[in-house]
C-alpha cells in the first residue's frame, strides 16, 4: 500500500526555518520522484521543489529558489524539504505527490500525502 506521510509543519516567524519531512513506505524511492506542492488560503495547489531520486536532480519553483533545499534520504525512504528565510507567503499546506519524473503538472501525480500546516506569522 502505498503512503506518503508528511510532517514538521508548524508555526514560524518570518526569518525562521523549518524542515518537512515526507515519509514514503509501500515503495521504494529509488525509481521515482517527489514534488512538493503548497495551497495557500484561497488560492490554487501549486508546485514548490521536486527531486528525482535516481539521479538527483531537483527543480524548483521560482519562489522559494535559494531559501528552499529539497534532499532524499534513500536509507530512510524519506525526502526533505528545508525551508530557510520563511516568509508570510509561504504559509500554506504543504503536500509531497509521487510522480516517475518530475513535473509541475499536478494531475502526474497519483499518490498524494494528506499535507502538513506551515504558518509564518509574528
Known amino acids: 500500500q502505498v503512503q506518503l506521510v508528511e510532517s514538521g509543519g508548524g508555526l514560524v516567524q518570518p526569518g525562521g526555518s523549518l524542515r518537512l519531512s515526507c515519509a514514503a513506505s509501500?515503495?521504494?524511492?529509488?525509481?521515482?520522484?517527489i514534488g512538493w506542492f503548497r495551497q495557500a488560503p484561497g488560492k490554487e495547489r501549486e508546485g514548490v521543489s521536486c527531486?528525482?531520486?535516481?539521479?538527483?536532480?531537483?527543480v524548483y519553483a521560482d519562489s522559494v529558489k535559494g531559501r528552499f533545499t529539497v534532499s532524499i534520504d534513500k536509507m530512510k525512504n524519506t525526502v526533505y524539504l528545508q525551508m530557510n528565510s520563511l516568509e508570510p507567503g509561504d504559509t500554506a499546506v504543504y503536500y509531497c505527490?509521487?510522480?516517475?519524473?518530475?513535473?509541475?503538472?499536478?494531475?502526474?501525480?497519483?499518490?498524494w500525502g494528506q499535507g502538513t500546516q506551515v504558518t509564518v506569522s509574528s
Open positions: 527531486i528525482v531520486s535516481s539521479n538527483g536532480n531537483t
Open positions: 505527490a509521487r510522480h516517475w519524473d518530475c513535473s509541475w503538472s499536478q494531475t502526474m501525480y497519483r499518490y
Open positions: 509501500g515503495f521504494t524511492l529509488d525509481y521515482y520522484a
